[in-house]
T-cell receptor
Framework: AQTVTQSQPEMSVQEAETVTLSCTYDTSESDYYLFWYKQPPSRQMILVIRQEAYKQQNATENRFSVNFQKAAKSFSLKISDSQLGDAAMYFC??????????FGTGTRLTIIP | NAGVTQTPKFQVLKTGQSMTLQCAQD?????MYWYRQDPGMGLRLIYY???????DKGEVPNGYNVSRLNKREFSLRLESAAPSQTSVYFC???????????????FGDGTRLSIL
């Protein structure tokens, strides 16, 4: 079974600085998809960014980018120019060759004004 | 844009009571899911439905039943609620593209359920 590990329960960053959230996963599949979701205090689950394993190029979405290292099974999220609205729980998630999405335990990100 | 709608948003039950959580999506997605979220444990899959008329167990199915009523609706039932089922429940939906499971899941706003 696939597992997703987020080893940083909490992180903090100064406003306007850059922060990187870590995620590693374990799988025997070669074709899979990786996602980062954001959950603000409102409890909504919001898709931040996604990466397809067969693509070597790292995905970017405005201030959000990933560092995808397939051999190392690592999928970190970098947030540049951090804003107060970025404060949330961030979940890394894995989807392989079936319907199921496996989540990590999350990282709580605090933005320091 | 409604997306995925869950009802109710909050509910308090007594041990042994039954309840059905409702979920509906208006994105014409084939797949629907139920998760529970507990502190420090992320989201765990309870049941999912890959298409109308089919359902499959996820990681934590015990104590729950589901019904895929039609393509839009997927309900989760607690037949005899237990305090261990106190949690936040999320419904989600997604679709496939080019027969691949590469599309993200869209989530409802969650139901906070407390069992006393």
């Amino acid at each position: 079974a696939q597992t997703v590990t987020q080893s940083q329960p909490e992180m903090s960053v100064q406003e306007a600085e850059t922060v990187t959230l870590s995620c590693t996963y374990d799988t025997s599949e070669s074709d899979y998809y990786l996602f980062w979701y954001k959950q603000p205090p409102s409890r909504q689950m919001i898709l931040v960014i996604r990466q397809e394993a067969y693509k070597q190029q790292n995905a970017t979405e405005n201030r959000f980018s990933v560092n995808f290292q397939k051999a190392a099974k690592s999928f970190s999220l970098k947030i540049s120019d951090s804003q107060l609205g970025d404060a949330a729980m961030y979940f890394c998630a894995y989807k392989g060759g079936n319907e199921k999405l496996t989540f990590g335990t999350g990282t709580r990100l605090t933005i320091i004004p | 844009n409604a997306g995925v709608t869950q009802t109710p948003k909050f509910q308090v039950l007594k041990t042994g009571q039954s309840m059905t959580l409702q979920c509906a999506q208006d994105m014409n997605h084939n797949s629907m899911y139920w998760y529970r979220q507990d502190p420090g444990m992320g989201l765990r899959l309870i049941y999912y439905s890959a298409s109308e008329g089919t359902t499959d167990k996820g990681e934590v199915p015990n104590g729950y039943n589901v019904s895929r009523l039609n393509k839009r609706e997927f309900s989760l039932r607690l037949e005899s609620a237990a305090p261990s089922q106190t949690s936040v429940y999320f419904c989600a939906s997604s679709d496939r593209k080019d027969s691949k499971f590469n599309q993200p899941q869209h989530f409802g706003d969650g139901t906070r359920l407390s069992i006393l």
